[in-house]
Each structure stands twice: as structure tokens, then as C-alpha cells.
């Protein structure tokens, strides 16, 4: 059974604080992104990788960061939150076969408030 | 610019009859088509997939019509379920295997 995990489901940061979200998949899968999801405005992907070391940016990566040193293993960084990061973030993993089988496999999501 | 077009937020139907879900798309590029069932504070899942090669797909009560000339896709569920209540999202994946996903629209499933 394929499993994403992430690391809180509901966090609480003050603004300027450095947040980490972790994200932990067991399908060894290359590829792993991070989107956040708000109201009126679906998912927008942030980054993404496909493999140990390498990232790429998304629509909306002002702001964030991410590391991937282990390929199970994939983190989200505000480097300084501040209020308008305030959301549900979703972490998903997908494999490399480009196939019709090539769906991405999402975690419960981390709802984050910055006060 | 939006890429992936779900013009409707909300929809509503009747209990055993038809939802049709749509959605627009202005990038040619994309070779797959998903769409994504997503419950509160619960992360999407995959529903069903076609490829922009194909016109159709169907997998139960879910079928996906693709129209190529037109860029739309649409999502029909017959006959519809109240546990069908949910948001739908539809993605068109690109050329780095990303996915770009539409707004979303809430369906509701009423007895």
C-alpha cells in the first residue's frame, strides 16, 4: 500500500521563525513535490525533484526551499514564515515511469498558520 | 495565466443522476490528463487518467472525455453518490512530468 507521510498535520509558527516540513515516502519513488492548496486557487506546485540533490522551481518558490538528501525524504523550508504562508501544504511522489499510470501519490497535508 | 481552467467552484446534483465536471486547457504540451478527489484535511487522490492521445477512458462510474480540438475535458460520474461529495481537481501534466492542476470544484451529492 503505497504511503505518503508527512511530518505534522497542523503546525503553529510565529512569524520570522525558521519552519521546516518534512515529507517521507516508502514507494521509491524519483519524483516528490510540494504544492500548497488555498481557497479560490487549488494547488500550486512550490518545487520539486527528481532525484537525491537536484530541485527545480515551481510557480511559487519566493520564499521557500527544499532539500532532498535522502530519496525517501523530502523537505519543505520557510526560511523566515511570515503571514501570507499561512496554508495547507501537500507533499506527493510519483515515479518516473511515464506511463498512464503516472499519477502522483499525495500525503494528508500540513495545515500551517503563521501568527 | 492560468493553464488548467475548472470554471464552475461548485456543483450540484441530485443522487443517481449525472455530474459532469469540466475543465479547459490552453497548454498543447501536456500528454496526460488527471483528475484528483480531494476530501477535507485529507491529501487528493488519484481518480481516474487519459492520455492526450486517447478520447476516452472509463473506469466504473468514472469516465474521462477528452476533445482535443476544443481543449476540454470533462469528468462524468453515473450514477452519483453522496460519498461522491467532494472537490475535483483536473491536471494536465507537462513536459517535466509536473502537474498543473485547475482550481477545483466542489461537487455535492445530494440524497
Known amino acids: 500500500d503505497v504511503k505518503v507521510t508527512q511530518s505534522s498535520r497542523y503546525l503553529v509558527k510565529r512569524t520570522g521563525e525558521k519552519v521546516f516540513l518534512e515529507c517521507v515516502q516508502d514507494?521509491?519513488?524519483?519524483?516528490m513535490f510540494w504544492y500548497r492548496q488555498d481557497p479560490g486557487l487549488g494547488l500550486r506546485l512550490i518545487y520539486f525533484?527528481?532525484?537525491?540533490?537536484?530541485?527545480e522551481k515551481g510557480d511559487i518558490p519566493e520564499g521557500y526551499s527544499v532539500s532532498r538528501e535522502k530519496k525517501e525524504r523530502f523537505s519543505l523550508i520557510l526560511e523566515s514564515a511570515s503571514t501570507n504562508q499561512t496554508s495547507m501544504y501537500l507533499c506527493?511522489?510519483?515515479?518516473?515511469?511515464?506511463?498512464?499510470?503516472?499519477?502522483?501519490?499525495f500525503g494528508p497535508g500540513t495545515r500551517l498558520t503563521v501568527t | 495565466d492560468q493553464q488548467v481552467k475548472q470554471n464552475s467552484p461548485s456543483l450540484s446534483v441530485q443522487e443517481g443522476r449525472i455530474s459532469i465536471l469540466n475543465c479547459d486547457y490552453t497548454?498543447?504540451?501536456?500528454?496526460?490528463f488527471l483528475w484528483y478527489k480531494k476530501y477535507p484535511a485529507e491529501g487528493p487522490t488519484f481518480l481516474i487518467s487519459?492520455?492526450?492521445?486517447?478520447d476516452k477512458n472509463e473506469d466504473g462510474r468514472f469516465t474521462v472525455f477528452l476533445n482535443k480540438s476544443a481543449k476540454h475535458l470533462s469528468l462524468h460520474i453515473v450514477p452519483s453518490q453522496p460519498g461522491d461529495s467532494a472537490v475535483y481537481f483536473c491536471?494536465?501534466?507537462?513536459?517535466?512530468?509536473?502537474?498543473?492542476f485547475g482550481k477545483g470544484t466542489k461537487l455535492s451529492v445530494k440524497p
Open positions: 487519459i492520455s492526450s492521445i486517447k
Open positions: 506527493a511522489s510519483s515515479s518516473f515511469d511515464r506511463g498512464w499510470r503516472n499519477e502522483q501519490y
Open positions: 497548454n498543447s504540451m501536456f500528454d496526460y
Open positions: 525533484s527528481y532525484d537525491v540533490k537536484m530541485k
Open positions: 514507494m521509491d519513488h524519483e519524483n
Open positions: 491536471a494536465g501534466r507537462g513536459s517535466q512530468g509536473n502537474l498543473i
